[in-house]
């Protein structure tokens, strides 16, 4: 069973700073790690897949890199609407899937 | 493209519940499905999945032998059925299109598992 382990639990920016979350896995993955954002009393929302393809609709400002077992998703320039959490997702075993424990961006 | 689960509420411990999602504007047959749930204060738990035509299902292992997936392609409907229910089967469940990934998701539906 993969585990995946998100860093920082919490990263608190201010509007406009850049934000780097880190997503491991315990053995590699491949290509199949996804990005999810997720704010309170709304669905989540794919952001990221396969790595680095932004999902339809999402902004440039989003992007995914990393390889094997770290992955990394960047926001360049944090949007009020960016305040929420992120999950780090895996289906190197599909149809299984395993998400990460997210990590919670505040507005600082 | 719409996803509508429906069927939460509160159940007592031991209880069985059955949560379904409609689907809407896409062809629901060309698609595996997932349910995925949210425990108060926790993150995103994947539950299962099912395959386009309903012959194959996968579970995680906090849920396989108390919960099965099912869907009925000509309701355009996906089911969770859910048995034995504990309290840390409190949550919101959500249902998922899995096109590879979760591109569509409901708006989720609550089950309050207490006595």
């Known amino acids: 069973e993969i585990v995946l382990t998100q860093s920082p639990g919490t990263l608190s920016l201010s509007p406009g700073e850049r934000a780097a979350l880190s997503c491991r896995s315990s053995?590699?993955?491949?290509?199949?790690l996804a990005w999810y954002q997720h704010k309170p009393g709304q669905s989540p929302r794919l952001l990221i897949y396969?790595?680095?393809h932004r999902a339809a609709g999402i902004p440039g400002r989003f992007s995914g890199s990393g390889s094997g077992t770290d992955f990394t998703l960047t926001i360049s320039s944090l949007e009020p609407e960016d305040f929420a959490i992120y999950y780090c997702q895996e289906r190197s075993n599909w149809p299984s899937f395993t998400f990460g424990p997210g990590t919670r961006v505040d507005i600082k | 493209e719409q996803l509508v689960e429906s069927g939460g509420g509160l159940v007592q411990p031991g209880g069985s519940l059955k949560l379904s999602c409609r689907a809407s504007?896409?062809?629901?047959?060309?698609?595996?499905m997932t349910w995925v749930r949210q425990a108060p204060g926790k993150g995103l738990e994947w539950l299962a999945n099912?395959?386009?035509?309903?012959?194959?299902?996968y579970y995680a292992d906090s849920v396989k032998g108390r919960f099965t997936v099912s869907r009925d392609n000509a309701e355009n409907s996906v089911y969770l059925h859910m048995d034995n229910l504990r309290a840390d089967d409190t949550a919101l469940y959500y249902c998922a299109r899995n096109g590879w990934y979760h591109d569509l998701w409901g708006q989720g539906t609550l089950v309050t598992v207490s006595s």
């Open positions: 099912i395959r386009q035509d309903g012959t194959e299902q």
């Open positions: 396969d790595i680095s």
């Open positions: 053995r590699s993955v491949g290509t199949y």
């Open positions: 504007r896409f062809t629901f047959t060309s698609y595996w």
